[in-house]
């Protein structure tokens, strides 16, 4: 019996060690992680993948994230100008509050969503419509979604930390009341401001960027004077 309880806890044991590299899809993400590790070969080990705090890996032709999801403990992420359209492995990374994913193939951003602690997440250049999935992130400071196809913006209206929103390049026609500091909205489609004058947050200090829109003769002679009025630097 004794000998039977110490293979069990043998075979536990390496159940809970379990080698990882294996279940990484994508060679060149592996290839990352063993240069972040110091582990240029052997077996990984989800204790391995758990050390890992940040891991950068722009530019990397990586097309997969399976395996990501043993990295609990990343506080910094980037996989920017990658090939990566599948944001799921990141879903349960409740550590991270950087996330650096411009220039994917990203449209779906619902593996997101549980990410609270996040305070920067960097979004341009994908295939993003639908911002819903970021309602709930609300230590959010910098959010950069430009060069995207987003028409409604109203799901950031609760990120009340939000100090830079980065929009430009999209298909936006109306404009959500948003307490920012810098607000780029550069070439989109927006033809009356009279939200943003609405909105008694954009004061002294603040900035809003409205190059490349057809804006109405309303909002150039009296919308955007008001702005100037109370301090905010528009530049259109």
Do not use: H
Not at 156 to 178: C, F, K, M, R
């Amino acid at each position: 019996m004794k000998t039977i309880c110490k293979f069990l806890i043998v075979i536990l044991f390496f159940s809970i060690a379990t080698v990882y590299a294996d279940t990484i899809k994508d060679p060149n993400l592996e290839a990352v992680i063993r240069e972040a590790l110091d582990k240029p070969s052997g077996p990984l080990y989800v204790k391995d993948l758990e050390g890992l705090t940040k891991l950068i890996a722009s530019e990397r032709g990586i097309y997969d994230l399976t395996g990501l999801e043993c990295c609990t403990n990343l506080e910094r992420l980037g996989l920017d100008s990658n090939k990566i359209a599948d944001l799921s492995p990141l879903s349960q990374l409740v550590n991270l509050e950087e996330l650096y994913l411009w220039r994917n193939k990203i449209a779906d951003l619902s593996p997101l969503s549980q990410l609270v602690n996040l305070k920067g997440l960097y979004l341009s250049e994908n295939k993003i419509t639908d911002l819903s999935p970021l309602s709930q992130l609300v230590n959010l400071e910098w959010l950069n979604l430009s060069r995207n196809e987003i028409t409604d913006m109203s799901p950031l209206s609760q990120l009340v930390n939000l100090e830079w929103l980065g929009l430009v390049d999209n298909e936006i026609t109306d404009i959500a009341p948003l307490n920012l500091k810098e607000l780029f909205l550069a070439s989109n489609k927006i033809t009356n401001i009279a939200p943003l004058v609405r909105n008694s947050g954009l004061s002294k200090g603040d900035m809003v960027r409205l190059e490349g829109n057809p804006l109405s003769r309303e909002s150039i002679k009296v919308y955007i004077p008001q702005l100037k009025e109370r301090g905010v630097r528009v530049e259109w």
